[in-house]
């Protein structure tokens, strides 16, 4: 479903991506993992078409992802990025209405209407729709640009480090949710930090070093060995009822 086929990409002259080569299938949840600036940030931008990619190609269902129009992309895949500005005087319902867009012509539907307050409920956003962004806590902010994505019904649904501010029962509320999603098949790509988190929800893990693709697979490409050359860290891996998990030790010499 998305065919990511050699590509390079640099903001000035280095590369910081560098033959990259994957598929991502659909219903497919890709956890990316690695270091900071290895390019997690960078490569979902290019799946999602905001950035161009110098060399090879990136394709969604057959068709290159520059070839799209805005709104036929913004139908298939939405993006949820790391931080943006969300202090802004909308109220949560408004919010969530614009993810509507793409489908909008000059005025919303009761369809329209309909999914917002659909997506509202089923993320327990209802009893904050009336607020206004600037009145909610960076994790129910989080949540809501969560629920903005979904009422894009996108195909693909791109996620850069969506937990990161989260408290630990929001974090597993989010990542139930993907999963939830991804098993009625939509495709999920998710920048995240935390490997034990990335390792139990997700169906795949990438992981990245230096714009690479260091690995690429499910469950098992985490052991110790990789985590260690990936982050210079020593881990211990247990491994409980066939899931891994990773406890660091400390720095490698
Ligand atoms: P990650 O998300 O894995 O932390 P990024 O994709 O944000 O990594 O960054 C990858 C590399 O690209 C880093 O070396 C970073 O400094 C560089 N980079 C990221 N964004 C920009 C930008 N807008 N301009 C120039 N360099 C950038
Ligand atoms: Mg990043």
Redesign the pocket.
Known sequence: MIHIQNITFS??VHP?LQDICCHIGKGDFVALV??????????IKCINGILKTKDGDISIDGLSVGAYSPNAMARKVAYVPQSENRKQALTVFDMVLRGRKPYINWKPTGYDFEKTAHILQLLHLDDLSMKHMDELSGGQQQTVMIARALAQEPEILLL?EPTANLDIKHQLEVLELLKTLSEQGMTVVV?IHDINMAVRYASHIMM?KG?QVFAYGKKNAVTAESIEMLYGVQVEIIVREGTPYVIPGGLSR
């Open positions: 903001y000035h910081v690695g270091p900071n600036g290895s390019g997690k940030s960078t490569l850069d920048a990245l714009g």
